[in-house]
């Protein structure tokens, strides 16, 4: 994907996220209000800052907007339960003495556009209960289901990738 | 609180235990995949976090460590899966659908 076709935030504004991030990232493992160590976090940051900037602006992520803040925490519960029915699914079948599994690689497309938000769908597909993500070409992802329920493109991704990506396409369109 | 942590410290090794069983019963990679990422994040986190709680020092760094364990684990699994799709490691016999030839003649645009 080209990336002028990505929408950019503003140059400070970007730089601002990182720094707080990082920042918060400092806070965190140093576990103190020490002026010197804040001081020692503040160069860091500002130095990772100076030199991360440009990648992480390629990345193109989208500006924050209250819809989109929501509709990630959305997102994020929605991947925490499939995660947790992910495991006990996972424990049942490996446990129960005949193994119930009906493995086969298949191929879903997804409508999303920015490699970020491809990424995430990619890695979320990983974490959910019995499908994991191999390999991703332009639109579509080739992915091994561990109980295949059907092989057509559209059934798939419906079982497998759309609550998902409607949470997603909020958030990167 | 030190009991929480020691619960949800059993609870993470527990399921590391059944991820080890999945890889030994499992068939092929790819199953083995399977059992070996989605065990694995849930063992390593409540390992982790289960720590964090018998040492409240270590809280915010242990949580920060299990959401680093929680973004990268997918990324390695994919790896290793994608490598053995290119060298073409076989599946199983119980497998019903192989779209891997398919997907290989895709256009790269």
Not at chain 1, 141 to 164: C, D, P, T
Not at chain 2, 66 to 88: D, Q, W
């Amino acid at each position: 994907m080209n990336a002028k076709d990505v929408p950019h935030q503003g140059s400070f504004r970007s730089s601002l996220y990182l720094f707080i991030i990082l920042m918060i990232i400092w806070l965190v493992l140093t576990n103190s209000l020490k002026t010197e160590e804040l001081l020692s976090g503040l160069i860091i940051s500002l130095l990772l800052t100076h030199f991360l900037s440009a990648n992480y602006r390629e990345l193109g992520l989208p500006r924050l907007r209250l819809k989109r803040a929501a509709n990630f925490i959305a997102y994020v519960f929605v991947l925490l339960s499939e995660i947790i029915k992910a495991n006990f699914d996972v424990a049942y079948r490996v446990l129960h003495p005949k193994m119930p599994i009906r493995p086969g690689i298949i191929i879903i497309k997804t409508s999303l556009k920015q490699d970020i938000a491809k990424v995430i769908l990619a890695n979320s597909i990983t974490l959910t209960p019995g499908t994991f993500t191999l390999d991703i070409k332009d639109d579509a992802l080739l992915i091994h289901w561990i109980n295949v329920k059907s092989e057509e493109e559209g059934e798939a991704a419906k079982r497998i990738s759309e609550r998902f990506e409607k949470y997603l396409k909020v958030v990167f369109e | 609180m030190e009991f929480f942590g020691m619960v949800i410290t059993g609870i993470g090794v527990l399921f590391l235990l059944l991820g080890n069983f999945g890889i030994l019963r499992l068939p092929d990679v790819y199953n083995r995949i399977q059992a070996g990422t989605k065990c694995t994040t849930f063992g390593t986190f409540f390992t982790i976090v289960g720590i964090g709680f018998l040492e409240p020092e270590w809280l915010w760094k242990c949580i920060l460590i299990a959401l680093f364990v929680l973004i990268t684990n997918p990324i390695s699994s994919h790896a290793i899966a994608r490598a053995s799709v290119k060298i073409g490691v076989p599946l199983c016999d119980k497998s019903v659908v192989d779209k891997t030839k398919e997907f290989e003649e895709k256009e790269e645009a």
